[in-house]
T-cell receptor
Framework: KAGVTQTPRYLIKTRGQQVTLSCSPI?????VSWYQQTPGQGLQFLFE???????NKGNFPGRFSGRQFSNSRSEMNVSTLELGDSALYLC??????????????FGSGTQLSVL | QQQVKQSPQSLIVQKGGISIINCAYE??????FPWYQQFPGKGPALLIA?????SEKKEGRFTISFNKSAKQFSLHIMDSQPGDSATYFC???????????????FGKGTKLSVIP
């Protein structure tokens, strides 16, 4: 069974640009969560999608948005990039989400660098 | 506001020694406490988890100790090996109102280096 796939693996953008990251969950998984990982702050929760609906959202500005498609694939978008957005963005999938003590399966992430 | 405080930030242990990583929380609504292990270039992977009605859980060389009254929990790695060198994150789960969903809050991580 293929794991969680995130593309692209690396991305370099300049301030003010926007970026779209993609996540393909494990087949059959309906919950997709996104996290931002930085050396100083660790993993911070961005949002969770379940059956194409945003079920939960972290404390990030509106520049960060996401969506989920009918096949459970998810994208996140960051508009008007800032230097502080440089981070590893991780996607995690599970069958139904954290509610049932399920394992979250993480992808290897997209390393975003904003210059 | 950091809801889960993890220490130490980094840890160096000799092969065969015991590695101990501590976490503390304030929110009594947390109801599930997993630990994740992350190797360079990889995403985190669930290592072991505990519920607050249990004081200890052991899986192989990994043990979680949980102190509900002190709102603290810790990961012990017995007989630490160089292959255990990784970053370890504690986490805590709480239910969110309204949506019926749950959210994981992570500590900032501990970089463990096990030297031969």
């Amino acid at each position: 069974k293929a794991g969680v796939t995130q593309t692209p693996r690396y991305l370099i953008k300049t301030r003010g640009q926007q970026v779209t990251l993609s996540c393909s969950p494990i087949s059959g998984h309906r919950s997709v969560s996104w996290y931002q990982q930085t050396p100083g702050q660790g993993l911070q929760f961005l949002f969770e999608y379940f059956s194409e609906t945003q079920r939960n959202k972290g404390n990030f500005p509106g520049r960060f948005s996401g969506r989920q498609f009918s096949n459970s694939r998810s994208e996140m978008n960051v508009s008007t990039l800032e230097l502080g957005d440089s981070a590893l963005y991780l996607c995690a999938s599970s069958l139904t989400g954290p509610a049932t003590n399920e394992k979250l399966f993480f992808g290897s992430g997209t390393q975003l660098s904003v210059l | 506001q950091q809801q889960v405080k993890q220490s130490p930030q980094s840890l160096i242990v000799q092969k065969g020694g015991i590695s101990i990583i501590n976490c503390a929380y304030e929110n009594t609504a947390f109801d599930y406490f997993p630990w994740y292990q992350q190797f360079p270039g990889k995403g985190p992977a669930l290592l072991i988890a505990i519920r607050p009605d249990v004081s200890e859980k052991k899986e192989g060389r990994f043990t979680i100790s949980f102190n509900k009254s002190a709102k603290q929990f810790s990961l012990h790695i017995m007989d630490s090996q160089p292959g255990d060198s990784a970053t370890y994150f504690c986490a805590a789960r709480r239910r969110n109102s309204g949506a019926g969903s749950y959210q994981l809050t992570f500590g900032k991580g501990t970089k463990l280096s096990v030297i031969p």
